[in-house]
């Protein structure tokens, strides 16, 4: 079992920046490849960026890229993610998430374990 707790969420204007976290505690986090994922309301849980746990390889999004920064660091089993000049319908709730995969993936369903999500509200 791995635990996920992410924190950092708030109320930003637009162009404005936030600093996720995701804290890990169970089985060897530096292990698994982690992800951030969103759902804003009435829409379907996107892949947002994902950080390999071999060589923390990263992917993101096209809408993100240039944008946001997932990272990791494996002695604080903490994984991030700087999100800069943020959009009003950037306005989700962000999930921290964990995957055994070899590979790094972006598909929502080959994550093993999530956090509660915290909630990232951009006003216009």
């Known amino acids: 079992q791995v635990q996920l707790v992410e924190s950092g969420g708030g109320l930003v204007q637009a162009g404005g920046s936030l600093r996720l976290s995701c804290a890990a505690s169970?089985?060897?986090?530096?292990?698994?490849?982690m992800g951030w994922f969103r759902q804003a309301p009435g829409k379907e849980r996107e892949f947002v960026a994902g950080i390999s746990w071999r060589d923390s390889i990263t992917s993101y999004a096209d809408s993100v890229k240039g944008r946001f920064t997932i990272s990791r660091d494996n002695a604080k089993n903490t994984v991030y993610l700087q999100m800069n000049s943020l959009r009003f319908e950037e306005t989700a709730v962000y999930y921290c998430?964990?995957?055994?995969?070899?590979?790094?993936?972006?598909?929502?369903?080959?994550?093993?374990?999530w956090g509660q999500g915290t909630k990232v509200t951009v006003s216009s």
């Open positions: 169970g089985r060897t986090f530096s292990n698994y490849n």
């Open positions: 998430a964990a995957s055994a995969l070899i590979s790094q993936t972006q598909c929502m369903y080959q994550y093993d374990y």
